[in-house]
């Protein structure tokens, strides 16, 4: 089939992927703010049980960095096809499962406990995807990877205004009573409607072929060691492939500090999302905008971030991925400081004005790149493993940072929206150093079969080591 049906193919399906995945996983968010203190904590006070459903929302980012491992592994080791098939299955069916999923009153603690477990699935689901939809898209491209593999990373704000979209729809069309009894099931049943189309897409991909010559040179590796297993050399006399590494035993022991650098540089653009999106909502409301008003400025904001993280990916297969990252880093450093005071001007207009520049204009900048770069990062034989791990690590910043910022803005008395300022700053500024220390990426090819290059200031003498110890002969 020739390359270019594969990468529509491959790019469709990774941005439907993401889109259902991001669906799935936010509408749970949406949920758990408005319906789930209600119906699955019914025996706690308001505050508690909002807690605790917040508490359950917090599961599924604690759960991604597992996923991530856990995918990753399987397909640095069996193909990325074969785990992207699994994460959608599993993520549409944690979804439909809480959409049946008994009451509190109906089945007591239970409930509270199989939601966890769902929502646990869910974030296993979410951070396996994320990593192999940008591979079968990034190792399926031979140029402009940087767009391609955008269209993952687009995916993740438009699964937000179709989930903010389907909640919304229920929430119209059912009154409060009905909408609380059943209403609130129906975004999480239409899951698996999305979940056929995702299904239909995603097993018409084949598997990318930098893995498969990968597979190949595993093979021949495995054929050498088989030769020399009593001998302890190959064919030709030279000392024999030791046997492969884990992929994230590879990444641990060999690339710490590539995976290291990959968390700093994402990190500031996933605490800048948690204070553009969850926080985004209670300190609008909290400033006195009414609820809709501030969802109408974050669902406006969203779909522009479509355009803004796919327009900035395609500039960095242009200038590279770290001018672009590093300015949009600086930008949002100190557009931090600008933020605050829209949203508290009482202007229906600014605060529309600080979504859409901070959630699609700024913000687009540090993530749209992010795809490609994790990405070329790592080698074939752990780039499932350590882009997943690395971008989900880094993407803790978004599941804890407004809960940072609650907890800044309370003990703060009167000061607090300055010193989140200084907070979401002193994250970017980390993202500036990691990006430093990266050399450009854009220029690397996909289709080494070796260990992952080190993209460091030391990057030569790393590779040159590693060499070193795979060519020592066997005492």
């Known amino acids: ?84 098939v699994a994460t959608m299955t599993l993520m549409g069916a944690a979804s439909f499962l809480i959409g049946l999923l008994p009451t509190s009153e109906q089945i007591g603690s239970w409930a509270a406990v199989i939601l966890v477990l769902l929502r646990l699935l869910q974030g296993i689901a979410v951070g396996g995807e994320w990593g192999g939809a940008v591979l079968v898209s990034a190792e399926h491209s031979t140029s402009r990877r940087g767009l391609w593999a955008g269209f993952t990373n687009a995916g993740a704000p438009c699964g937000m205004v179709l989930s903010t979209a389907a909640f919304s729809a229920a929430a119209s069309f059912t009154t409060e009573e009905q909408f609380l009894a059943w209403g609130w099931r129906i975004p999480f049943l239409l899951s698996v409607v999305l979940l056929a189309v995702g299904l239909f897409v995603r097993t018409r991909v084949e598997e990318t072929p930098v893995f498969r010559a990968a597979r190949e040179a595993e093979a021949e590796a495995e054929a050498e060691r088989e030769k020399g297993r009593e001998t302890g050399r190959d064919a030709t006399g030279e000392a024999a492939p030791p046997p492969r590494t884990p992929p994230l035993l590879e990444v641990l022991r060999h690339h710490p500090r590539v995976l290291l650098l990959a968390i700093g540089t994402g990190v500031g653009a996933f605490v800048a999302q948690g204070a553009l999106t969850t926080y985004f909502i209670a300190y609008g409301v909290q400033a006195g905008h009414p609820r809709q008003t501030v969802l109408n400025a974050l669902t406006l904001s969203s779909a522009l971030a479509v355009l803004g993280i796919l327009g900035w990916a395609a500039l960095s297969d242009r200038t590279g991925r770290r001018p672009v990252v590093l300015s949009g880093a600086v930008l949002m450093g100190g557009f931090a400081f600008a933020l605050f005071p829209l949203m508290d001007s009482g202007s229906a207009l600014l605060l529309t004005l600080a979504a859409v520049l901070g959630q699609a204009v700024i913000h687009p900048m540090m993530y749209g790149p992010l795809a490609a770069l994790y990405a070329e990062l790592f080698g074939t034989r752990s780039r499932y493993t350590g882009a997943s791990l690395g971008y989900q690590l880094a993407g803790l910043g978004a599941g804890f940072g407004p809960l940072l910022f609650a907890e800044v803005n309370r003990s703060s008395s009167g000061e607090g929206a300055l010193f989140i300022s200084l907070v979401i700053a002193g994250f970017c500024l980390l993202t500036v150093l990691s990006v430093l220390l990266l050399k450009e990426t854009s220029g690397r090819t996909l289709d080494d079969s070796g260990p992952a290059g080190l993209p460091a200031v030391d990057e030569d003498e790393d590779e040159d080591e590693d060499e070193g110890r795979r060519a020592a002969p066997a005492p």
Do not use: N
């Open 1 to 84: 089939m020739p390359d270019s049906t594969q990468l529509r193919r491959a790019v469709t399906s990774s941005f439907l992927g993401s889109v259902i995945e991001f669906y799935d996983f936010l509408l749970y968010g949406t949920a758990s703010a408005v319906v789930f203190s209600q119906i699955f904590f019914s025996g706690l006070d308001p505050l508690a049980g909002t807690v605790a459903s917040f508490g359950t929302f917090a599961v599924g980012y604690v759960a991604r960095p597992l996923g991530g491992v856990l995918c990753g592994h399987f397909g640095d080791r069996f193909g990325r096809k074969r785990v992207l």
